[in-house]
């Protein structure tokens, strides 16, 4: 009836994710690896990545009530927030290979784009956009040039290639690739070869030269997000029914070892893992609190 009161339910869902760091120089104790806290928050913290000489970590924190890219030593100490953007979410991928800049994706005004940012904060630089999905930036190692994933100009995405400072990009794949990372040497470039869309699932990483050629598998049942390129080989998550662990497939002999079981679940939400060059620091997400509630609002009008 008119002008009578209602009653409103809803659920609430609260989480806090830590950033959990592992020193693979220390030896796993009965197959499991050492975790410390990283810079934690009860908010959500991920998609984390080391500076290059790996002294520094740069992640996604919802610690100041929305998700913004914040900065700090590898030890936690000199933490700094680099953005304050209306952003619904943010999704970091490296620093540029003098560890001035940073490139990460924002959604702002429902369209995801890439921008850069200095290491030191300041202005951040929209480089995207177009009406596509645009995302997971990562610097080439010459500095000259940004990879990123792409909708445009269809619905499935693959790998596009821009100058550092914006301009026309070029498109690199066409089967369909994502997550970009570049080889140390600068000599091939690895993606995955599907898109997570909603639900996440494996894929295959795959090689191929950066200046053109055929593209050719690497290693098999790798997670979104659950990757990165080092030195040495590429460090993932393996999941299992009993745990999560720590492999690595190397380039000296293509061959992939396990590093280690870690003792901690991925989250489905927010996973993320990521390596240092050196192969030596790894960051993971471990999901600390998760609680989801109903709520009743009387008298809602």
Avoid: C
Avoid at 36 to 48: I, L, M
Avoid at 102 to 129: C, K, M, P, W
Avoid at 162 to 184: C, I, N, V, W, Y
Avoid at 258 to 283: C, E, K, T, Y
Wanted: charged content about 20%; overall charge neutral; hydrophobic content about 35%.
């Amino acid at each position: 009836m008119p002008g009578r009161p209602a009653r409103l339910a809803f659920q609430t869902i609260n989480r806090d994710v830590d950033l959990r760091l592992i020193d693979l120089d220390v030896r796993p104790v009965n197959d499991v690896l050492e975790s410390h806290p990283f810079s934690n928050s009860t908010r959500v913290e991920g998609s984390a990545r080391f500076s290059p000489d790996g002294r520094h970590v740069a992640f996604v924190s919802y610690r100041s009530g929305a998700p913004q890219v914040w900065v700090a030593g590898r030890d936690g100490s000199g933490l700094r927030q680099l953005t304050t953007l209306d952003a619904a979410g943010v999704f970091l991928s490296g620093w540029s290979p003098d560890g001035t800049r940073i490139a990460f994706e924002a959604a702002v005004a429902g369209n995801s784009d890439v921008y850069v940012i200095g290491a030191d904060g300041g202005h951040s630089q929209r480089l995207t956009t177009e009406p596509s999905i645009d995302g997971t930036p990562v610097w080439s190692r010459d500095g000259q040039w940004i990879y990123f994933t792409s909708t445009r100009p269809g619905a499935i995405p693959n790998v596009w290639q821009m100058p550092a400072t914006g301009g026309k990009p070029t498109r690199l794949t066409h089967d369909g690739g994502f997550q970009p990372q570049e080889s140390s040497d600068g000599r091939s470039l690895y993606y995955l070869d599907r898109w997570p869309g909603g639900a996440p699932t494996e894929g295959r990483v795959m090689r191929v030269p950066v200046g053109g050629g055929t593209a050719e598998p690497v290693v098999e049942h790798v997670w979104p997000f659950l990757w990165a390129v080092t030195n040495t080989g590429i460090v993932f998550i393996a999941r299992t029914p009993e745990f999560d662990a720590l492999d690595v497939y190397r380039f000296g002999d293509r061959q992939v070892t396990r590093l280690g079981r870690l003792g901690f679940r991925i989250p489905r939400v927010f996973p993320h893992m990521s390596a240092s060059r050196d192969a030596r620091w790894v960051l993971a997400t471990k999901m600390e609190r998760f609680d989801s509630d109903l709520m009743l609002l009387e008298n809602f009008r």
